[in-house]
């Protein structure tokens, strides 16, 4: 099943931030909901956002980023801002997966170098009766959830076996402007995921690493 984006800059905490990124060729953002993140956007800080019908003629696909949430909470939260899609980047069990509402689009993260896991989560997933829409790989940091600008490694994902019928794979962990066309080469996911590799500062995006971060990532994506 493809997914409707290739390009996720995630962590972003103000509007105008949202509509800088989106210009700068964003096609998804990433609004993190977990408390203790320094991107933590909170609850009540974005008036309803629908789809940003607003800013430009893109179509842009916001993400809810949860970490351990209750599972009412992500619900709550998407059906107020207007998010389509959840990221759980925590350790949320495979049972928690049917409980979200059925209309939300779920990527499901793994900080894993062990591609192995990834498999056999995907696999309780199923037997669970909801599969993630997506699948994000992130890098494994002790103590960490994400946003860390650590790399993933990229060869444990670029071995597996690809004739496989697996959802859509979000490469993240530690990408760059300067790294990002090095890991869609070696990896080849269907799409990339940044944080700090295009911030200034935790939580504020500099849009000039934004624009080369979606050039390069998209000359990459999709080679002429
Ligand atoms: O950004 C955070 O602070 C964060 C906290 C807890 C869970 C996830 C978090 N961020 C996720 C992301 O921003 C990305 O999906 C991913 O981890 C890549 O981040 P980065 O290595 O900084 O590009």
Redesign the pocket.
Known sequence: MPIPFRIKV??LTSREQMVSVVEAGADAL?L?Y?EK???FVGEWKLPPLGELEDIGQQAITLVG?F?NHPVEVVNYTAARVGLRWV?L?GDEPPEYLPLLDPSLKIMR?YRTDNWERVLADLDACRSCGRNPDAI?L??NVLGH??????TADWQAFADRDREQQLPPLIL????TPENVAEAIRVVQPDGV?????VESTPGIKDIERVKQFVSAAKSALHPA
């Open positions: 995630c962590g990433g993190n977990y993140s320094k991107r980023l970490v990221q980047h993260a994000l992130d890098a959830y994400g946003g860390t600008g650590e993240a962990g530690g990408l995921d940044v944080a700090s590799g």
